[in-house]
């Protein structure tokens, strides 16, 4: 069964500082993977994804993830971090080998920006 | 971008009553829609995947009965909480995702806080 993990709760980083937010999966195929931001009391909203090609995948807000398929790893990762990157990150995950139209979440890491 | 409708963003309601929480696509077809339920700083747990023109698919453990799930027109999915108990409330969020598979992506709306006095 597929399945998203994401090891850290919370972190923690001071704004300028370069972030990254862990992912790791579990798929018995061939994966798509994305990531979400969640502002509090809010719907997700679609940061980027990885289906195929390079394994650095750039996306909104400067944002971006390298898929490792040795690691089954999927973090994300931006150089400067904003006070307003401060938000709830979803890291999640389709396995196109058992179907198409079910995408699973990770539990979220809280992204703390400190000013 | 793709721009998702839920409403209400927000609905108090008494014990045994029923809500409904309408999901709209505004700019493109959906196929599918997705609903999800999320408790407070936990991750969103798929309810079921509405398909339309077809019975929506149930997760396990997700009660039918009680939460009906409609999607009449390829831009509109609804959700009815039914008999509606304390235990219900949550965050409800529901997604759709574009009928081009190809994009692979969900576009979720702002979802909907559930009160059950």
């Known amino acids: 069964a597929q399945s998203v993990a994401q090891p850290e709760d919370q972190v923690n980083v001071a704004e300028g500082n370069p972030l990254t937010v862990k992912c790791t999966y579990s798929v018995s195929g061939n994966p798509y993977l994305f990531w979400y931001v969640q502002y509090p009391n809010r719907g997700l909203q679609f940061l980027l994804k990885y289906i195929t090609g390079d394994n650095l995948v750039k996306g909104s807000y400067g944002f971006e993830a390298e898929f490792n398929k040795s690691q089954t790893s999927f973090h994300l990762k931006k150089p400067s971090a904003l006070v307003s990157d401060s938000a709830l990150y979803f890291c999640a995950v389709r396995d196109i080998k058992t179907s198409y139209d079910k995408v699973i979440f990770g539990p979220g890491t809280s992204l703390s920006v400190i000013p | 971008g793709a721009v998702v409708s839920q409403h209400p963003s927000w609905v108090i309601c008494k014990s045994g009553t029923s809500v409904k929480i309408e999901c709209r696509s505004l700019?493109?077809?959906?196929?599918?829609m997705f609903w999800y339920r999320q408790f407070p700083k936990q991750s969103l747990m798929l309810m079921a995947t509405?398909?339309?023109?077809?019975?929506?698919?149930?997760e396990q453990g997700v009660e039918k009965d009680k939460f009906l799930i409609n999607h009449a027109s390829l831009t509109l999915s609804t959700l009815t909480v039914t008999s509606a108990h304390p235990e219900d409330s949550s965050f409800y969020i529901c997604?759709?995702?574009?009928?081009?598979?190809?994009?692979?992506?969900?576009?979720f709306g702002a979802g909907t806080r559930l009160s059950v006095l």
């Open positions: 700019d493109f077809q959906a196929t599918t």
């Open positions: 509405s398909n339309e023109g077809s019975k929506a698919t149930y």
């Open positions: 997604s759709a995702m574009d009928r081009d598979w190809v994009k692979n992506i969900q576009y």
